[in-house]
């Protein structure tokens, strides 16, 4: 889990380097669909639906394997 967290994130990472600098506002502001249709501004969608998303996610794994190594 470590290792596809760390994919992840540097997949945002060179694609946030990937952009001109002359280039940067619109991009980022630019409206993309969320998984749920909105559109929003991709740094939203950069941010909420993948940092945070994968943060969240490998706290709630470490959580549940350290209840699991301690017995419940």
Wanted: charged share 20%; hydrophobic share 40%; proline share 6%.
């Amino acid at each position: 889990m470590k290792s596809y967290l760390f994919e992840v994130l540097s997949r945002v990472r060179q694609y946030l380097a990937s952009i001109p600098g002359t280039a940067v506002l619109d991009e980022l502001n630019k409206l993309t669909p969320a998984p749920w249709g909105e559109m929003r501004p991709t740094y939203r969608n950069i941010w909420g639906g993948v940092i945070e998303h994968g943060l969240q996610h490998s706290m709630q794994i470490a959580a549940r394997k350290d209840s699991i190594r301690y017995g419940y």
